[in-house]
């Protein structure tokens, strides 16, 4: 008698990988400019002066315990004095909670927001770990365009004024993944307006906000509305290795999400909290870090963006970056982007097509770079090369 195989849960059902996983699988091979990750630069992670926290932290054995569900206290404390001067506004320390990166919060966030079907409003294109998680929550999915200002409050309205109620609207607000481009105040008050009017929570992701290069984000939408959620995490500006993010979410939210925690790993891990409190909580250290990341990113971003309009001229448009980590391009003259990968990697060159961040299906001819883990020297042989793909 055969055995058999027990199923898997039917939520699996037409979930697949990430694409852009799988798309540097196959571009990891050293000759190949990689532009296709998403990665902060590892040369600007600051390694020396994390083993020094780390020392500090391994002195006292009590500080290899469990820590709180919610977080490491002095951490916690650490982040609602940064949030309370960046939000313009005093956050309570119990609204204030840490999770294994920001992408664990916005899978709690999930299970504790949405019902099976409800809807989710995202941006398109979106951020792809977005919309692997409300899938994977069985949500009902519906997009918004995006433009130079960010998401377009108008279409949201629209589709408010037909009668849909989103249980969530999910916005990357600064320096969007994979588009580039930042949510405009007036926009911002728009949205924090519609949310109260309607009654839905608005997922601010925050992962880039520090990331500019000429001019600081805009205030938070977070700062408008109790209805707004707001994500961040150190990945960007010390180290994804420290698995340190955190929401900033009124008392009821925090509470339920800190169930759900407890069940999933009872706790984040000591250790790399007290590692990033004590880098955070160094002021006039972190202050000049961040300013050097923002100084090398920017030039190498203002880099790309030359290289592009240099050799490919009215065949595309593209953002202007201002901080974060990305390029979107258009193409003008209709080149399909998944049709041009292969033959860019065979030129020793590597890219996202934008269709992988795209809800509707389009983008086809479009791409999003990353600038941050290569030289200007880099960028500009990768764009010769990417030209080269495109017979330039």
């Not at 996983?21 to 990891?28: G, V």
Request: charged letters at 20%.
């Amino acid at each position: 008698m055969s055995p058999i195989t027990p199923p898997l849960a039917s939520r699996l059902d037409g979930l697949q990988s990430s694409a852009i996983r799988d798309l540097l699988k196959l571009t990891a091979r050293p000759e190949v400019i990689g532009l296709a990750g998403g990665l902060p630069d590892a040369q600007l992670m600051p390694r020396d002066r994390i083993a020094l926290a780390a020392e500090s932290a391994l002195a006292d054995r009590a500080r290899l315990q469990y820590t709180e569900s919610a977080g490491w206290g002095p951490l916690r404390e650490v982040l609602a004095v940064r949030e309370s001067a960046r939000l313009g506004r005093p956050v309570p320390l119990e609204e204030v909670f840490v999770t294994h990166g920001s992408q664990q919060a916005l899978s709690l966030l999930a299970e504790v927001l949405l019902d099976p079907g409800a809807l989710v409003v995202v941006e398109d294109p979106a951020y792809v770990g977005a919309l692997q998680v409300f899938r994977a929550a069985g949500a009902r999915i519906v997009s918004v365009p995006l433009d130079s200002e960010g998401m377009r409050i108008d279409a949201l309205a629209e589709l408010l004024d037909r009668g849909e109620r989103p249980a969530v609207v999910h916005t990357v607000s600064n320096f969007h993944n994979p588009r580039g481009v930042t949510l405009s105040p007036p926009r911002r008050r728009a949205l924090a307006e519609l949310a109260e009017r309607y009654g839905f929570w608005v997922i601010e992701d925050d992962p880039y906000g520090e990331l500019w290069f000429d001019h600081p984000a805009p205030e938070p939408v977070a700062s408008h509305s109790p209805n707004v959620i707001r994500l961040s995490s150190t990945s960007k500006t010390l180290a994804p290795t420290l698995r340190t993010g955190w929401m900033i979410a009124p008392n009821t939210v925090c509470r339920a999400v800190e169930l759900l925690k407890q069940g999933a790993d009872l706790c984040g891990s000591a250790l790399t909290q007290q590692i990033a409190a004590d880098l955070l909580a160094d002021t006039d250290w972190f202050t000049a870090h961040v300013d050097k990341i923002r100084r090398i990113y920017g030039e190498r971003a203002q880099s790309l963006v030359a290289a592009l309009r240099t050799r490919l001229g009215a065949r595309i448009i593209s953002t202007d970056a201002t901080g974060g980590m990305f390029i979107w391009v258009d193409f003008t003259d209709n080149t399909d982007t998944i049709a041009l990968l292969p033959r860019a990697i065979d030129h020793g060159v590597a890219f996202v097509p934008g269709s992988a961040f795209s809800v509707s299906g389009a983008e086809r001819n479009s791409m999003r770079l990353c600038f941050t883990t290569s030289d200007t020297a880099t960028l500009t042989e990768a764009v010769d090369r990417l030209a080269g793909s495109l017979g330039e």
